[in-house]
């Protein structure tokens, strides 16, 4: 029996000498280098009282120039319809949680928008148009170099009262969000 358990110390501290001493010095030191830290949170502004429900789909960055493949996306969280009117004051919806990128010249941020966009009138539904003479994909320049080591913690305060408006010759309610970006940066 004791032959078993000097045989298994033996074995594990070989295992974990190996494993060790197979990272290279490259390995190690090129860990994190170019890496930043994103987070994104969205609040409102509105003096109306009727909610405004937006199908978030996604949260994404423009860290390029000239191609139509320019935009990363963040991974948002807490996609689908959302009660943006019920985030103002202090009240923020968190879309990126610290996500990991490249660090690199970030150009735009955008919200991505899906199709269920809608508010609520006097207890009636009354669909958002997002596409025809709205945008379903509001951006925000923001021309910040994103460097490695710092934490980017973005607010996104979208004015409801500017971004809805009635479009009589459709009889539509529109869409057209006005976003301002707040950004606070942090080294670590």
Not at 29 to 42: K, M, R, W, Y
Not at 146 to 157: M, P, Q, R, S, T
Request: charged share 20%; proline share 1%; glycine share 2%.
């Amino acid at each position: 029996m004791k032959h078993l358990h000097t045989l298994k110390v033996l074995v594990f501290t070989f295992i974990i000498l190996t494993s060790t001493m197979s990272c290279s010095k490259e390995d190690t030191d090129n860990g994190n280098t170019s890496i930043a830290a994103v987070s994104v949170s969205l609040k409102s502004t509105t003096e109306d009282s009727n909610k405004v429900y937006l199908d978030i789909a996604d949260v994404q960055i423009r860290v390029k120039e000239g191609t139509a493949n320019d935009w990363v996306s963040l991974e948002a969280i807490n996609t689908g319809a959302q009660n943006i009117s019920a985030l103002n004051n202090d009240t923020q919806l968190q879309l990126v949680d610290f996500v990991e990128i490249e660090s690199a010249y970030v150009y735009e941020i955008r919200i991505v928008l899906g199709d269920n966009n809608f508010m609520d009138i006097n207890q009636t539904l009354v669909s958002l148009d997002v596409t025809d003479k709205g945008s379903d994909t509001p951006s925000n320049l923001v021309h910040t170099a994103f460097e490695a080591n710092h934490i980017y913690d973005i607010v996104l305060d979208l004015n409801l009262d500017e971004s809805i408006s009635y479009n009589a010759s459709d009889n539509m309610m529109v869409l057209n969000p006005k976003l301002y970006t707040e950004i606070r940066q942090i080294e670590y």
